[in-house]
C-alpha cells in the first residue's frame, strides 16, 4: 500500500473539558495577622466567636453567629477537638465557592487541620475586606446595604437612571 492509498488519519479526538472556573486571589494571606490584631488575638482565645461570626456570613444569615458559636464549642468537645477543622473546612469550603476565591496555600481540609487560627483569621478578614461589618451579622449588614449605608459585596448596588430605581 503506497502513502496514496492510506486512509486519512483520524481526527484527535477532542475530550469534553470544562474549564475550572474563574478563581481569584484572598485579599489577604494566610499568615497575614498583623492587619487585624484584634480578631487574631480573640481567634486565638476563643476561636469559636470568629468561627461563630463567619459562619454566620458564609450561611447567609440561616444561622445565628451565637448558635454556630455553640455548635463549634459542641462540636469540640464531643471529639475531644478532632472533628472541629473538619466542620469549620466545609464553611471555608462554601466561602470560596460564593466568592470564587482561590483554593490557596493548600487544600481547604490541610489549611483547617494545621492552620486553624490562621484560617478563620483569613475568612474573617476576607469577608471583612468585601463590605461586611462583621460584629452586627448578616441580617444587619443586609439591612444596612438596603438603606445605602454599607458596600456589602453580595448584594449589586442600586441603579439609578432617568428617576428610575431597580
Known sequence: MDAAELPPPAAPMRALVHAPPPT???????????????????????PCITFGLVAEIVDRGAMASGASTALYMLVGLASAWWFTPIYTCFYRTKMRAQY???????????????????????????????GFIMDIGWHANMEMQQRGGGGVATVPPAMHVDGMTR
Request: proline share 6%.
Open 24 to 46: 481569584t486571589p484572598w485579599t489577604t494571606g494566610l499568615y497575614d495577622c498583623t492587619e487585624d490584631r484584634g480578631n487574631c488575638w480573640l481567634t486565638c482565645l476563643c
Open 100 to 130: 470564587g476565591l482561590q483554593e490557596d496555600p493548600y487544600p481547604d481540609v490541610c489549611v483547617h487541620t494545621f492552620c486553624e487560627w490562621c484560617a478563620l483569621c483569613q475568612e474573617y478578614r476576607e469577608l471583612h475586606n468585601r
